[in-house]
């Protein structure tokens, strides 16, 4: 998505550890016209499935989902909570995940009243790095036996494993911005 490029190396920043910082309209103040023009583009990327539900994870991700859910239908969005992983509930589906940026592991937890079996789910989040997160949100998808239809990315980091790690799982992987490396400047495959 040439659009979301230029944004990127107009208003990106980089810092340590490969960290790219898109504050300005993604992860901290979002530019609302423009998560409409990211909801079209996922839309016609996955304009051949049928998708009930679009999960993603707190907290960047919730702001893309809801917008991008209004292109398809204003289908329900669910995101998974981070949680401290003590009590364990049987009400809902957890799994573990290790933050990139953090350096910390953490669970995530969705209810299992809130993912059916057979739905059929897109798999939404604002970057792809080493694929923790997305797989995470997989194992839960999996637990609750639900279909998931594809994972849609906006920023794939494609010097990491994680999209490989997607495509091993067999599944679709659709992401608006590849970049190649980070390494003093911002370099798109
Ligand atoms: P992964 O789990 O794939 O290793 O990392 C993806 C998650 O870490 C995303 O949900 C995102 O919040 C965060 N993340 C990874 N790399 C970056 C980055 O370069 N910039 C920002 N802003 N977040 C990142």
Do not use: C, W
């Not at 810092?15 to 910082?21: P, Q, V």
């Not at 993912?115 to 970057?127: A, H, P, R, T, V």
């Not at 990315?153 to 992987?173: D, M, N, P, T, W």
Request: aromatic share 8%.
């Amino acid at each position: 998505m040439q659009k979301l490029k230029d944004k990127i190396l107009k208003e990106g920043t980089l810092r340590e550890n490969n960290i790219l910082k898109v504050d300005s309209f993604l992860n901290h103040q979002i530019d609302i016209a423009f998560m409409n023009e990211i909801g079209v583009e996922f839309k016609n990327r996955f304009s051949n499935v049928k998708v009930d539900k679009i999960v993603t994870i707190e907290a960047s991700g919730i702001a893309i989902a809801s917008i991008v859910s209004q292109h398809f239908g204003n289908v329900p969005v669910v995101f998974a909570k981070k949680t401290e992983s003590k009590n364990l509930d049987n009400e809902v589906y957890k799994s573990k995940v290790y933050s990139y940026t953090k350096g910390k592991e953490y669970d995530i937890m969705i209810a299992k009243k809130y993912i059916s079996e057979n739905e059929n789910i897109l798999i939404l989040d604002d970057f792809l790095a080493n694929g923790a997160a997305a797989l995470g949100l997989i194992d839960l998808l999996r637990q609750a036996k639900a279909n998931i239809v594809g994972v849609g990315i906006v920023i794939e980091k494609s010097f990491q494993v994680g999209a490989e790690r997607i495509i091993s799982e067999g599944l679709r992987l659709e992401s608006l911005a590849k970049i190649k490396s980070l390494d003093g400047k911002i370099e798109f495959k």
